[in-house]
């Protein structure tokens, strides 16, 4: 029997998760408070399984796209479906009161995963009645081109509720890992914070332009990256694999761990030393296109070359 998502918020990662699930071959019910959302939102999601599979990512198009249809009410959308994404705002208390609906409407045995960015579970689930069955399923944007999807819970979610969520994103072709213990912004924002905090404190101090800054991680860390992570980079930069790593050249890490970046890297002063350097795109959304289309071949070639 085909399984039904709920994909409860229609704007650019709701549609991407829209397309992911339909890709997949699940029926798709699109909801969003804000009228006109979700309807505009389907043929969105059509042309952009037009562009998968103009990339090799989606094989049949039109029945995937036929797969996702816009509901007008949260219960319509709840209504017997066997996973919930949701993607509203940002913010906990709108989360706290989306999620109070949702576990009132959504069958018992179904998962509620939100796709928040970096809000704890804990934080807006607490009072459910059904609270075991809520988790975090943070995607990367954009998720239909990036795999990765994060998986949180509280501590009172059930453990075959983060199972069954990681047996969902497995099955629709995303790359779910658990995050063992809740802490904010999961794993990806903060291994990202500490490279941003860096990057804005070389760029802002002088010691490299934000263009060459760029370019150190597009063609330098971001090589290796995109196909293994910082343990397996290290496990292969020394003859004696990690133990060996750190013998050798931990002193140096230590001393940089001793003094990180601080807060006021992110200060007004810092971004406008690094603003005064940097050329905004002429043309923003274009330049947004062009990357979606470069992660899309990257993708594509990482689908051809498992390990």
């Not at 979700?38 to 059509?46: E, F, I, N, R, T």
């Not at 049949?60 to 994404?85: H, N």
């Amino acid at each position: 029997m085909t399984e039904t998502v709920a994909i409860v918020g229609a704007g650019l990662i709701g549609r991407s998760w829209g397309m992911i699930f339909a890709r997949a071959g699940w029926d798709v019910r699109l909801f969003d408070k804000a009228e006109g959302v979700a309807d505009g939102a389907v043929p969105l999601c059509a042309e952009g399984l037009r562009t998968l599979t103009a990339h090799g990512l989606c094989d049949e198009p039109e029945g995937a796209a036929g797969r996702i249809r816009a509901v007008p009410s949260l219960a319509d959308a709840l209504s017997g479906c066997t996973f919930v994404q949701e993607n509203g705002p940002e913010v906990a208390e709108v989360k706290r009161a989306l999620f109070a609906e949702m576990d009132a409407l959504a069958p018992p045995e179904t998962v509620i995963a939100s796709s928040s960015s970096a809000i704890r579970c804990s934080l807006f689930t607490e009072e459910l009645a059904s609270r075991s069955r809520c988790l975090i399923g943070h995607p990367v944007n954009p998720p239909h081109l990036i795999p990765l999807v994060e998986i949180s819970g509280a501590p009172w979610t059930d453990p075959a509720a983060l199972i069954r969520a990681r047996d969902v994103y497995e099955a629709i072709g995303q790359a779910p890992i658990t995050v063992l213990k809740e802490v904010e912004g999961f794993i990806l924002n903060r291994l990202q914070g500490a490279l941003l905090a860096e990057a804005f404190r070389l760029a802002s101090e002088g010691y490299v332009t934000p263009q060459d800054l760029d370019r150190t991680v597009a063609d330098g860390l971001g090589l290796r990256w995109s196909f293994m992570g910082p343990f397996e980079t290290i496990e292969l930069n020394a003859p004696g694999g990690i133990a060996d790593y750190c013998a050798r050249y931990t002193g140096f890490y230590k001393r940089l761990a001793a003094e990180p970046p601080a807060p006021a890297v992110y200060e007004p002063a810092a971004v406008e030393t690094i603003l005064a350097q940097w050329t905004a795109p002429a043309d923003l959304p274009a330049r947004m296109t062009r990357r979606d289309a470069r992660l899309a071949a990257l993708r594509a070639h990482k689908s051809q070359h498992k390990d």
